[in-house]
Nanobody
Framework: QVHLVESGGGLVQPGGSLRLSCAASRSISSINIMGWYRQALGKQREVVAVITSGGTSNYADFTKGRFTIVKDNAENTMYLQMNSLKPEDTAVYYC???????WGQGTQVTVSS
């Protein structure tokens, strides 16, 4: 089982950008599907975006072209580039396989002026 550690969250103003990183303990090139998820306070965890081992990606409707998921197999790292952030994007963001197994601690993203 791969161990994943999220980083890159923080406080950003509406309209700003962040890049989240997901560092893996071993090679991720053979993992069929990986994804980013998020959980806002008082809400259920939801899928943000997923990417296959072949590089095909899919996004939740709420990302509306603002987010990009990328996987760097050489660095054993997955990224989530988030642009045009909105207050409703505030949440703890997690990376995991899809379907998910053990959850890490996530990284907090807060969008506020």
């Amino acid at each position: 089982q791969v161990h994943l550690v999220e980083s890159g969250g923080g406080l950003v103003q509406p309209g700003g950008s962040l890049r989240l990183s997901c560092a893996a303990s071993r090679s991720i090139s053979s993992i069929n599907i990986m994804g980013w998820y998020r959980q806002a306070l008082g809400k259920q965890r939801e899928v943000v975006a997923v990417i296959t081992s072949g590089g095909t990606s899919n996004y939740a409707d709420f990302t509306k072209g603002r987010f990009t998921i990328v996987k760097d197999n050489a660095e054993n790292t997955m990224y989530l580039q988030m642009n045009s952030l909105k207050p409703e994007d505030t949440a703890v963001y997690y990376c995991n396989e899809f379907p998910p197994n053990v959850w890490g601690q996530g990284t907090q993203v807060t969008v506020s002026s």
